[in-house]
């Protein structure tokens, strides 16, 4: 049974830094491109990053780009997302996904989320 | 912001049939793969159709999935009180370079 559990989530001030990370198994993990989504308080579905199962690409989406940084240990079955400079508007609860089949298909199993609130 | 545009709202009642549409582009949904997920109230989305229209297993063949040109549809038959839940679609965007997410379909049952 494929299992994705995020961790990391916590109350941190406007400008922060926070490493969110996901423990993965049931599956060859190494063999998968993993994604990150959020979706802030009542609102919609938002991707935030991509990386490939060997962690030699990175995609961002824009809202992003510059302040996160996705990184995986298929050593330890595990993902990462380090966020820094942190906004208000990162206020979210974050999804490690695991994408579908080959390449970079969309993700077809989600952990239950971390929350990540960016206050003063 | 959400790059592919669902309807905010869809109801039926028990039995009926509900169609969801969602509308993109070229760079998005005209050449790339469609899904779509739903997620229940206080949970985490869950695929329910991959690849424009195959069903992952343990899901109902009630759902299914169409795509023409730069639009998809997803139809719930039989609709039933569980399905009561909000629906998004997504596919890959070449010009992002990344996925984008629909706005986000709420089905209610009446």
């Known amino acids: ?120 | 912001q959400s790059v592919l545009t669902q309807p905010p709202s869809a109801s039926g009642t028990p039995g009926q049939r509900v169609t969801i549409s969602c509308s993109g582009s070229s760079s998005n949904i005209g050449s790339n793969y469609v899904y779509w997920y739903q997620q229940l109230p206080g949970t985490a989305p869950k695929l329910l159709i991959y690849r424009n229209n195959q069903r992952p297993s343990g899901v109902p063949d009630r759902f299914s999935g169409s795509k023409s040109g730069t639009s998809a549809s997803l139809a719930i038959s039989g609709l039933r009180s569980e399905d009561e839940a909000d629906y998004y679609c997504a596919a890959w965007d070449d010009s992002l370079s990344g996925p984008v997410f629909g706005t986000g379909t709420k089905v209610t049952v009446l």
């Open chain 1, 1 to 120: 049974e494929v299992q994705l559990v995020e961790s990391g989530g916590v109350v941190v001030q406007p400008g922060g830094s926070l490493r969110l990370s996901c423990a993965a198994s049931g599956f060859t993990f190494d063999d998968y491109a993993m994604h990150w989504v959020r979706q802030a308080p009542g609102k919609g579905l938002e991707w935030v990053s991509l990386i490939s199962w060997d962690g030699g690409s990175t995609y961002y989406a824009d809202s992003v780009k510059g302040r996160f940084t996705i990184s995986r240990d298929n050593s330890k079955n595990s993902l990462y997302l380090q966020m820094n400079s942190l906004r208000a508007e990162d206020t979210a609860l974050y999804y490690c996904a695991k994408g579908e089949g080959d390449g970079y298909n969309l993700f077809d199993y989600w952990g239950q989320g971390t929350l990540v609130t960016v206050s003063s």
